[in-house]
């Protein structure tokens, strides 16, 4: 029997209260959290949690379903190599929220298991429940009230409700979305962790969203291609600073190119003006073209 549930994190300001929450229907299901943490601290958690409430059963596949390809990511494609190099990364810094990493590391440990991406806020119940969850339990630690932990996990009855009521799954492989919504979505959390600081300090880390091809040129004018990333961060170079990012458009171009353009609050009151050209490749979408400009 497949165990079928969504997990999702949320946090106030991230950081800020933060909270997580895993759900499979209205009889199982969990959440909690922290008075102050990251959004991805809580995903994390959440597959966490999710995998401890069902570690009696090991023999119950887990299917996994995500909104965050960073949460995917660090489980499914980074983790072992953290953790051969002693939880660093490969430019010998510490990796982030290690400590829910190893327990992790121990808690998927001769389980099976497997992740499904689905894009967030589109209606899919199980996210939607979890998200619910997770915010109300930031909410709660932001108000300093207890959140509701839920009922935990109940054996056999999950399972068969997880099968029965499950919302449509998103499809198979998170990269080769079928309609051009999802691929917007797609684009959109792929450029989220290209982003990310703890991914921007080490290369094998973010070259996974890179194509061959990629090139950039950078607010100040400068090209970056691969090679260039390659030698800049394991020469301990530091890539130019990221902020938040304020969506102007994510569309797809045809089946096999994306555009995503947001402005990006960075260094101060600095407001730069980003295009990325997302590729559709055999081992999903990668970053083919991006630009930064300075707005006047």
Avoid at 252 to 265: G, N, S
């Amino acid at each position: 029997m497949t165990i079928t549930a969504a997990a999702d994190g949320s946090a106030l300001g991230n950081p800020g209260p933060a909270g997580w929450a895993w759900y499979i229907d209205e009889a199982n299901w969990a959440s909690g959290g922290w008075d102050h943490g990251t959004n991805n601290m809580g995903e994390l958690q959440a597959v966490l949690e999710l995998f401890r409430a069902t570690a009696q059963y090991p023999e119950q596949e887990l299917k996994i379903l995500c909104d965050s390809q960073y949460a995917i990511n660090c489980i499914s494609k980074w983790m072992p190599g953290w953790k051969k190099r002693g939880w660093k990364k490969a430019d010998g810094k510490p990796v982030l929220n290690q400590e829910i990493l190893k327990e992790l590391d121990a808690a998927i440990k001769d389980r099976k298991y497997t992740f499904e991406w689905v894009k967030g806020h589109a209606g899919h119940d199980l996210n939607e429940a979890a998200d619910d969850r997770a915010r109300a339990a930031a909410t709660a630690h932001q108000q300093g009230t207890a959140p509701d932990p839920g009922p935990g996990y109940t054996a056999g009855a999950a399972s068969a409700a997880a099968a029965s009521t499950a919302a449509p799954a998103a499809p198979a492989e998170a990269t080769a979305p079928k309609s051009a919504q999802d691929t917007a979505a797609t684009i959109y959390e792929l450029e989220l962790g290209f982003l990310d600081p703890q991914i921007r300090t080490s290369f094998a880390e973010l070259s996974d969203f890179l194509h061959p091809g990629y090139q950039e040129v950078t607010r100040g004018g400068g090209l970056l291609d691969v090679a260039t990333v390659r030698t800049q961060l394991e020469a301990g170079a530091q890539l130019p600073a990221t902020g938040e990012v304020q969506v102007l458009t994510a569309r797809e171009v045809d089946r096999d190119l994306a555009l995503l353009a947001y402005r990006m609050k960075v260094e101060g009151s600095t407001i730069l003006v980003v295009s990325s050209w997302w590729q559709r490749t055999e081992s999903g979408w990668k970053l083919r073209f991006r630009q930064e400009t300075v707005q006047q």
